[in-house]
């Protein structure tokens, strides 16, 4: 008989634990704005950025790569919306210009001399080696990350709503786009390690979207995408555990479930 408790008893995953717990409601949070802003593909292009990000801390000699990702992120993410907003060729095509270039520097400048083999853990992530001092990072980014929905979300939600009409109403339509950029930026970046490169998108997207085929307000639809998501978090953690697979897939894989079942089941809900 299988003991659904034994995991606890590893200091390993109870630090696991309070990571999962600390960023997946911002994940809920973040992504709920992300999938009204239609920045799916820009999240994603910010996750890749990080083998970027990584490879500027080798050149630079930076022994806490963290702090070159983060930096990194957050220029790539200014620049992006700096060019976004004045080019005009689609923004979904200068995002991935964007993306393509920084993961091909990544690449190139990380596999010289076949020594790619020992970042290769980035690209599905590896939550059980979080440490007390990433933790900490995660614990400032979720405080600053909560002060600024408290303060701001009427903006962003009318920006989302009438880009047009939040701008007459003197709303500071560029500093939010660009607050919340840098934001995503940096949760994205604090959380990639464990995460995982390939699918830190998926953890962002697909609770805000199980929650879209469910709820007929904004309350449900914030609610709904945080608990979809520490839920996802918390069992991907405990399934992994007992079958052995990484996390951050498992993490996935059990939010797909769960938007596939809102998908399937959310009109008979909402009637």
Not at 129 to 141: F, H, M, Q, R
Not at 150 to 166: G, P, Y
Not at 207 to 221: D, G, I
């Amino acid at each position: 008989m299988i003991d659904w408790t034994s995991w606890m008893d590893y200091g390993f995953m109870k630090m696991a634990l309070a990571a999962i717990l600390i960023i997946t409601p911002l994940f809920g949070l973040m992504g709920t704005m992300i999938v009204n802003k239609k920045m799916a593909y820009f999240s994603d292009a910010l996750g890749h950025s990080a083998l970027t990000g990584i490879a500027v801390g080798v050149v630079c000699g930076i022994p806490d790569t963290n702090i070159s990702m983060v930096i990194f992120a957050v220029v790539f993410a200014l620049l992006l919306n700096k060019i976004g907003s004045r080019s005009t060729v689609s923004t979904d095509t200068i995002i991935s210009v964007f993306s393509s270039c920084s993961v091909a520097i990544g690449l190139a400048i990380l596999s010289k001399g076949g020594n790619f083999s020992k970042y290769s853990s980035l690209l599905v992530g590896d939550v059980l080696s979080i440490t007390k001092k990433e933790i900490g990072y995660l614990v400032i980014i979720f405080i600053v990350t909560i002060l600024f929905w408290i303060t701001c979300f009427n903006w962003l939600n009318a920006i989302c709503i009438h880009r047009a009409l939040a701008k007459s109403k003197r709303i500071p339509v560029q500093l939010m786009d660009y607050v919340f950029a840098v934001l995503v930026a940096l949760i994205v970046m604090l959380s990639i390690k464990w995460v995982g490169i390939l699918i830190i998108n998926a953890l962002l997207i697909l609770p805000a979207a199980s929650s879209r085929n469910l709820s007929v307000n904004m309350r449900e639809y914030h609610v709904f995408s945080i608990i979809f998501s520490v839920f996802s978090g918390v069992m991907g953690l405990i399934l992994s555990y007992y079958t052995n697979v990484a996390t951050g897939p498992m993490i996935v894989i059990i939010a797909s479930v769960i938007y596939f079942v809102t998908y399937f089941f959310g009109r008979k809900w909402k009637e």
